[in-house]
């Protein structure tokens, strides 16, 4: 398919180039430099909280900067261009088309990124990802916070773009002879979370203009003073971000879609039900986005309708579970690096899944919403099961790209690490949640049980850090020295692919 | 995709169903018993402010910071907000609630012993967000 | 049949809107007051319970899958699809 790294090519070719893998190539290590800039941030802030009291960060001012640097860099900067990354390397060649549909627009979504993260980086703001107002009209300072609503409203059009270009890759692209049912379901998600992209992503652009002009002092849409509403805002963020979780999401469910029936040595159980799964996954998940806001005053019946359309969404991602287990049923089992990526990350889907559903229960807000317990089960889904899925498939995709085979061993080490750490981290907060530990505060009281449970998360935390080095180190070495790989069949599965790696899309 | 059948997977997701169909009604239930606020309950104003809470009791008692109450009786708070976005919440209460500028929420409780708790600020507010903390003393009734 | 039909729906009015009525009354007694704190907690480990039963057999589903599947167990035989060398699901 691809030997990007094979032959050897000046670097400025790759980076002007407008060839879906070239940029798939730029997409995926820019990713996986921001997957460890803000990873570094994590490990800063779990250091920090290791001990009541400042040690590491020395005020609340720079902590709180730096723990939305965090979500904003993971969220925007690895979890949505890595996804776009595998996009860019599979789509085509599994719809049969030479390129993506517009290549001059991909390369522009790609070079929109790294600006829209410097001006974030540079900025450093301190009002949390999701930039609550009236704190993030009357009090945060700029330029941070008007450099964060820029580079925002830059990654926003960037993943539109994206999303144009894959919806008109899958449906006006794909090979004649191809019908839509014959799509692999790697490219089926992609059309769903790009379908979703397209309807959420406008409203939270509106709302980061009406934030920015409010800090302007022009209008008052969002800042009570000038009687406009702070809660306007969550609802406008939230109909954009609830979504977002599926777009984020479903991509990566693809992946351990092409992942599991390969090492399993079988065909999906059934591509039918994973396809209606996308489909639903991406209507509901419009209908659940205020469950972020059921404390803010909400109405008996607003909340039940919430709850409502937050648990419609659990049927659909139980079915593409079935899926997996259903098409390991009977396999013969090829336990390889991307295997296990793959099979972690469902296993860490039902926590994380589980814990959703507890969440949509409303009284159970009172307890866990804004605590420890909330950050435990958004990080078992965007690092538990999104990251999970989205490494195990850089794996998979590694031999293609380079043409070499990683380390089997390193990436056993690195998976068996990792979901130890991701383990300790993420269901200790929840714990300190329930202990009733408020989420973003960079010091808390000596509280026993609050004191061991972060020591026992930021542990797990360091962990996964290790983990990451050892990631790192393979991916470098590897992709140098490694050695090679039979294109073919490089996980030894026999079978045969049915996207064709011997005619690789020539350059044009 | 073979000659499999299906019926498994009707079945699982059937039960899926159910059981969401069950935490719907549990949940539903208990937030519509919780949110019934007693008749007899006291309105107390809590207003948050960055970085701290005070209190109005309904003869016009003012405090900041602590909390006087009474156990055996109904409290309802009135939560208001001076600047940005707060959340008042006293967790051994399990009392959460949003305190937004321009909106007043509500929110009740009925302590029923005496002693002394933590109130906190749940939702992001700033420089001194972890600190803008609390405390809630319940005495013994007066009568 | 249809008589049944009319006898089940008076008992259930019969049923219903007394418990219903008898819930939302609940508290209304001055002195006498929902401890919330139970409430939300008992509802909490209700579902908690739950929520690691079917846990308990998801995870073992996939620890046993994982187990009996692998390519080393001694039982097992090359699935139907390797002998076609089909197993890319273009189905």
């Known amino acids: ?508 | 995709m073979g000659g499999h059948s299906n019926w498994p997977e009707w079945i699982y997701v059937g039960v899926i169903i159910a059981l969401m169909f069950w935490v719907g009604a549990e949940a539903w239930n208990v937030e519509r018993l919780v949110e019934h606020v007693p008749a007899d309950a006291e309105v107390i104003k809590v207003t948050g402010a960055q970085w701290f809470w005070t209190f109005e009791h309904e003869d016009g008692t003012k405090e900041v910071g602590t909390l006087h109450v009474e156990a055996g009786k109904a409290y309802k708070f009135e939560i208001y907000s001076t600047d940005v976005n707060h959340s008042f919440n006293i967790h051994d209460y399990v009392v959460l609630m949003d305190a937004v500028p321009g909106r007043v929420n509500t929110v009740w409780f009925a302590p029923d012993k005496a002693g002394e708790h933590d109130i906190q600020c749940r939702e992001y507010c700033g420089l001194i967000h972890y600190n803008m903390r609390g405390k809630l003393v319940v005495e013994e009734p007066s009568t | 049949m249809r008589n049944l039909l009319g006898l089940f729906l008076v008992l259930a009015i019969l049923v219903i809107i007394p418990t219903v009525d008898h819930a939302f009354a609940a508290g209304d007694e001055p002195g006498e007051y929902l401890d919330r704190r139970v409430l939300i907690w008992n509802l909490f480990f209700r579902m908690m319970t739950v929520a690691f039963t079917v846990g308990a057999v998801v995870s073992g589903t996939m620890i046993w899958l994982c187990w009996r599947f692998r390519e080393s167990h001694p039982k097992a035989t090359p699935t139907e699809y390797e002998r076609s060398g089909d197993f890319g699901g273009s189905a």
């Open chain 1, 1 to 508: 398919m691809v030997l990007e790294l094979q032959k050897p090519r000046p670097v400025w070719q790759i980076m002007f180039s407008t060839h879906h893998t070239d940029v798939g190539l730029l997409y995926l290590i820019m990713s996986i430099a921001f997957l460890f800039m803000g990873g570094a941030l994590a490990l800063l802030i779990r250091a920090e909280l290791f001990f009541p009291g400042a040690q590491m960060i020395a005020d609340s001012m720079t902590f709180n900067r730096i723990f939305t640097v965090h979500g904003t860099t993971l969220i925007f900067l690895f979890l949505l261009p890595s996804a776009s990354a595998v996009g860019n390397y599979f789509v085509p060649i599994m719809v049969r088309y030479k390129d993506m549909a517009y290549p001059k627009l991909n390369a522009i979504a790609f070079w929109m990124i790294p600006p829209g993260g410097a001006l974030i980086w540079l900025g450093f703001a301190d009002f949390t990802w999701y930039a609550t107002p009236p704190y993030s009209i009357i009090s945060a300072p700029g330029p941070a916070a008007d450099m964060w609503i820029f580079g925002l409203k830059i990654l926003g059009i960037s993943s539109v773009l994206g999303a144009i270009n894959f919806i008109v890759t899958i449906l006006k692209c794909k090979h004649p002879d191809m019908s839509i049912g014959q799509v692999p379901l790697l490219a089926w998600s992609f059309l769903s979370s790009s379908l979703i992209v397209l309807v959420a992503i406008p409203t939270f652009a509106a709302a980061l203009l009406m934030l920015l002009t409010d800090r302007l002092g022009v209008t008052g849409f969002f800042n009570p003073a000038m009687g406009g509403d702070p809660i306007a805002y969550a609802h406008l963020f939230w109909f954009t971000f609830h979504p977002e979780v599926y777009v984020l999401v479903i991509p990566a469910i693809g992946m351990m879609y092409e992942i599991i029936p390969r090492f399993s040595r079988k065909p999906i159980f059934s591509k039918s039900s994973g396809i209606f799964a996308f489909v639903l996954l991406a209507i509901v998940s419009f209908s659940s986005w205020a469950h972020h806001m059921y404390a803010t005053g909400m109405s008996f019946t607003e909340k039940t309708v919430f709850m409502i359309g937050t648990l419609a969404a659990v049927p659909a991602s139980g079915m593409h579970v079935f899926n997996f287990v259903a098409t390991m049923w009977n396999g013969r089992i090829k336990f390889l690096t991307p295997m296990m990526w793959s099979i972690g990350g469902i296993a860490l889907f039902f926590s994380a899944g589980a814990g959703g559903v507890a969440n949509a229960a409303m009284p159970l807000d009172f307890t866990t919403h804004d605590t420890y317990w909330v950050v435990g089960h958004f990080h078992l889904f965007v690092m538990g099961t999104i990251a999970f899925g989205t490494i195990g498939f850089i794996y998979y995709m590694f031999p293609y790209v380079t043409g070499r085979m990683y380390n089997e061993n390193m990436g056993k080490i690195h998976f068996i690490l990792s979901f130890i750490g991701t383990i300790l981290v993420f269901f200790t907060q929840h714990v300190l949640g329930l202990y009733g530990m408020p989420r973003r505060i960079f010091d808390y009281p000596a509280i026993p049980e609050w004191v061991a449970m972060n020591q026992i998360a930021t542990v797990g935390a360091m962990i996964i850090g290790v983990s990451m080095i050892i990631f790192l180190i393979n991916l470098i070495h590897s992709s140098a020295k490694g050695k090679p790989a039979d294109i073919h069949d490089p996980f030894g599965l026999g079978g045969k692919y049915y996207y064709p790696f011997e005619s690789k899309n020539p350059h044009h």
